[in-house]
Every structure is written in C-alpha cells, then in structure tokens.
C-alpha cells in the first residue's frame, strides 16, 4: 500500500512523538493520533476497520506534498477497503490539500466523512472535482473555522456533481449566520440539514431556503440558534415542499398572533418546539402532525385539537389539567411529567387507558380515593411510563403528603365506604325485620 495513497486519504494528522493507531476488533473501529509521514505504517492495521478516525495533528508542512494520481493497483486496493467512515478530529486542513485528497474518496466505499473541530485555511483549487462523483453520501463539520462560505462560489461551482447527490449535511457549533440562496439550490438530493447550535437569526431563513433551494429536504434541525419569532421561521420554510421533520428548540420564540397568515409546508409531521419560551401553543400549527413536543415551556393551558397527532410532549410546563383526550383521537403517547397537574380527569381515564405510553411523573397528586386508584389502575396496565412508582407523590391530603401514590391504599372498604355500607345497611335492615318476623312469628306460635 503506497504511503501517498493513505496520506491521500488520511490527510495524515502530523507531529507529535507518540504517533500511532489502536485498532479495536470488536467495533471495527481504528484510531490514530498525531500520525506522521515515518510512521504511517502504522495505518496498515486500521485497514480492517470499518470506522478510522485520525486525532490531532496539524497537515500544513504536507502542503507541497506531491500527490499523484494513483496507478491500477493502488484503486484496485483502495476499491477493496471496508472502511466506511472517516472521522477527522482536531486538525489544521489547508483546504488545498483537502481538494487534492478529496479525489482519493472516489475510489473507496467511504460513506460518511466526519470532520470535528477542525481548521480549514486558505481556499483550495477544487479544478479537479470538475465533473467527479464521491460515493460519500454523508457530510459533518462540527465546531469548524473557515473563510465565509460565500468565498467559495468556485468550490461549490467544481463540487457540484457530487454534492448533488449528498443526503445529510451538518454543519453544527460553527457560528454560521447565513446560507447563500445558491448553496442550498447545489444540493439537490439532500434529504437531512443540521445547522444546530449556531447563530442563525429570522432574516437568514428566507434566503437560505429560497425558492428551490434543498427541493428533497425531509429533515431540518434548527436548534440552538438564534431564532425569535414564530412566524418568521413559518416563513424561513414554507418554500420546502418535502419537509418532514423541523426542529426548533432552544430558541427563544415569540408568537404574536395576530401577525402572520403563514402556512406551515403541508407534509411536517414532526415538530419540536422545546424550550423555546413559550407561553401558549402558537397557531397555526402544521395541520398533518403526528408528533408535537412543546415540552419545557410556560403552557398553562393546551387547547388546539390536531386529528392525526399520535405523540404528545407537554412535560415540563405549567399545566393543572390534562388536555382534552377527544381532540386527539389518534394519540399513543402523552407526556405530562412535571406539571402542577393534581387529578386525572375521571371521566377521561378510558381514554388515557387506551393510549400505549402515559407519563405524569413530578405533579402534586391529590391522593383521594378516585385520584390514587386512578394512577394505581393505570400503573397496573402498564401504560405508566419510566417514574413510576417513584417520582409519583401525593401532594394533598395532609395525611398522605409526600407519600408514594402507588402506597396509598384504595381497598373497597375504605375508598367506596357509602358502597360497602349501603348494602350492608340493607342487610342489617333485612336482618332486623327477619328477626322482628320471626319473633312475631314465634310470638304467634306460642299463642297458637
Ligand atoms: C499527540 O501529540 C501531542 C503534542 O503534539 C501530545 O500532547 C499528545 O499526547 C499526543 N497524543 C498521543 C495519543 O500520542
Ligand atoms: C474495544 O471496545 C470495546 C467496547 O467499547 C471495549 O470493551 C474493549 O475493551 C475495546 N478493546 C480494546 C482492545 O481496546
Ligand atoms: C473547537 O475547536 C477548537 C479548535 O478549532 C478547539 O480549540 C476547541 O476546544 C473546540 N471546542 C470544543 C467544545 O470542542
Ligand atoms: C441574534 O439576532 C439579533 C437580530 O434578530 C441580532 O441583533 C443579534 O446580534 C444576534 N445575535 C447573535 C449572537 O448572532
Ligand atoms: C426535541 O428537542 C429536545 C431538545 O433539543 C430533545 O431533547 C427532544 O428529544 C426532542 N423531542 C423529540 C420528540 O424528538
Ligand atoms: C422532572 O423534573 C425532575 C427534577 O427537576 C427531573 O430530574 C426530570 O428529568 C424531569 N422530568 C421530565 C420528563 O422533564
């Protein structure tokens, strides 16, 4: 195996003293550090692996470093690699190395090329990508430095052919605010964009995903940025005409009402609204929802109905009741941990018993008769879900304050007294007048 090929494809991390790669059998898995042009011999046991990562190292001193195409033998070898992904962590690229290494990629079965903390510099010549296919479907950068990506229209111009056939992108925790219009109309195929934990604001979703932009995107996570208002990001995506999945969370999200007549793309089936701040559920919602997570909010009170809705994330709110089981009559599971909710509602425990997955952990539980038994029964059908019976308490009555709800007894005795007694009661009268019968009876007996 020629040395130039593996440093093709590793972008050999470089210096350090201890240099070299540990091979994991069991999960296929290879590491290298610091690794050097001496010993990249060393890399020849990763080649088993299904998984290589390179860690640390720093590859400007290869800059010169004469990379040739390779002769028959070396794309025969390179062609019988398992090697699926490459992780590249904590390393110094000069993009122009990388434009020249990138062509190693076509000859391997690498799907998935992972780049983690890592410094782009300078730009890159990328003529020779004209035209060319990578089999890499996937693509991550997390916690990246480069030049702005609006710098790089002849990369994008010499990638083409291949990004039009990428499926997943990430490009997280590296502070991007924008996204060109033109960048996202290049990905013709892709199916899943993570731009979370970066610094994307209201006005940087419209451009982004303008028209024809990302025409097969089915997943968008958006978390972690520095979205503010609701409507602007209805707006941001309505141009995506395939969008399955959109994240949301952990923005601090505002949603005036009165403001937008914006619709939601018609195929969102699932979308996280977590930890944006919100004090009610914003409208309008996407009407074909199966999942909905509004979890770590304010909400107060939930009263919006959605048909096809089968996962319901309310936990960590401020709610005193459970919604209103009729509007949801798809619904399998409902999270409700950490409310201020005190009863299930009575009349609606069929309904809560019909659903596969229940959860109400963390609410202070009015321990009443109906209030435990209610809990106990739904616990004793196995639609309670994690929490219980631990972080079910009482709250109220006194007597059983801090008590666990699954200890609280509910026997027929003591729950349903007037219910055991009447009868009893009836009994007893039964009994009496028997006797007095009898006694009159007898009474007649003896006179007889
Ligand atoms: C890699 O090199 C750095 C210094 O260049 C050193 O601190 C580190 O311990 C080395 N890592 C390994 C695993 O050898
Ligand atoms: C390989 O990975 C497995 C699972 O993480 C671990 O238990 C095992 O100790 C590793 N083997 C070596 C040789 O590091
Ligand atoms: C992000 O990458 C830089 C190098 O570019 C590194 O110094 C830093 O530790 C990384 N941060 C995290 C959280 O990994
Ligand atoms: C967040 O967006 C606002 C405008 O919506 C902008 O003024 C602010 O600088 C942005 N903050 C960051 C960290 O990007
Ligand atoms: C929504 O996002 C939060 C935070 O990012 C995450 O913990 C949660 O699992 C997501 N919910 C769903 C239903 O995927
Ligand atoms: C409820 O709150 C407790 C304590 O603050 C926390 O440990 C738990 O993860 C929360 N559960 C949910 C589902 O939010």
Redesign the pocket.
């Known amino acids: 195996m020629s040395a130039a090929v593996l440093l093709g494809l590793g972008l050999l991390a470089a210096e350090g003293r201890t240099n070299r790669c540990?091979f994991?059998r069991?999960?296929e898995?290879c590491v290298c550090y610091n690794l050097s042009e001496e010993t990249v011999g060393s890399i020849i046991q990763c080649l088993p692996a299904t998984v290589v990562e390179f860690q640390g190292g720093d590859v400007e001193k290869y800059m010169a470093f004469p990379i040739r195409d390779p002769d028959p033998s070396v794309i025969e070898t390179l062609g019988s690699l398992v090697i699926q992904k490459v992780i590249i962590e904590n390393v110094l690229v000069p993009e122009i190395l990388l434009a020249r290494a990138l062509k190693f990629f076509s000859y391997t079965h690498v799907q998935d090329l992972a780049f983690g903390s890592c410094i782009f510099q300078g730009t890159g010549d990328w003529s020779d990508m004209d035209g060319q296919n990578l089999p890499i479907v996937s693509l991550s950068f997390h916690n990246v430095t480069s030049a702005p990506l609006t710098g790089h229209e002849q990369a994008f111009s010499s990638l083409s052919r291949w990004l039009e056939t990428l499926e997943e992108l990430a490009v997280t925790g590296s502070r991007v605010s924008s996204l060109p219009c033109a960048i996202g109309k290049a990905f013709r195929a892709l199916r899943s964009l993570n731009l979370a934990q970066n610094s994307l604001s209201d006005g940087s979703l419209t451009p982004a995903f303008c028209q024809g932009a990302f025409p097969q995107l089915r997943e968008l996570s958006l978390h972690h940025n520095n979205l503010s208002s609701y409507h602007a990001a209805c707006e941001g995506v309505q141009l995506l005409p395939e969008l399955r999945h959109l994240d949301l969370s952990h923005n601090q999200l505002v949603a005036d009402p009165s403001s937008s007549s914006c619709r939601w793309p018609a195929s969102l089936r699932h979308f996280n609204l977590s930890s944006t701040g919100l004090d009610e559920v914003p409208t309008p919602l996407p009407p074909s929802l199966e999942v909905l997570d509004v979890s770590h909010n304010h909400l107060r009170a939930v009263d919006i109905s959605l048909s096809s809705l089968k996962k319901l994330f309310l936990n960590q709110n401020l709610l005193q009741a459970v919604p209103s089981l009729r509007n949801y009559p798809a619904l399998d599971t409902l999270h409700l941990d950490n409310n201020s909710i005190s009863e299930l509602p009575r009349d609606e425990l069929q309904l809560l018993e019909r659903l596969q997955d229940v959860a109400v952990a963390g609410n202070p539980f009015s321990c009443s008769c109906s209030g435990a038994g209610g809990l106990q029964a739904l616990a004793a059908s196995g639609r309670l879900g994690q929490g219980w019976p631990g972080d079910y308490r009482c709250h109220s009555p006194a007597q059983y304050q801090g008590w666990p709800v699954a200890r609280v007894p509910v026997s027929a005795l003591r729950c349903h007294r007037a219910a055991v007694l009447a009868p009893l009661c009836v009994a007893l009268a039964l009994l009496g007048a028997a006797v007095a019968v009898c006694v009159v009876r007898a009474g007649h007996c003896r006179r007889a």
Request: proline share 0%; no cysteine; hydrophobic share 20%.
């Open positions: 540990y994991n069991t999960q898995f």
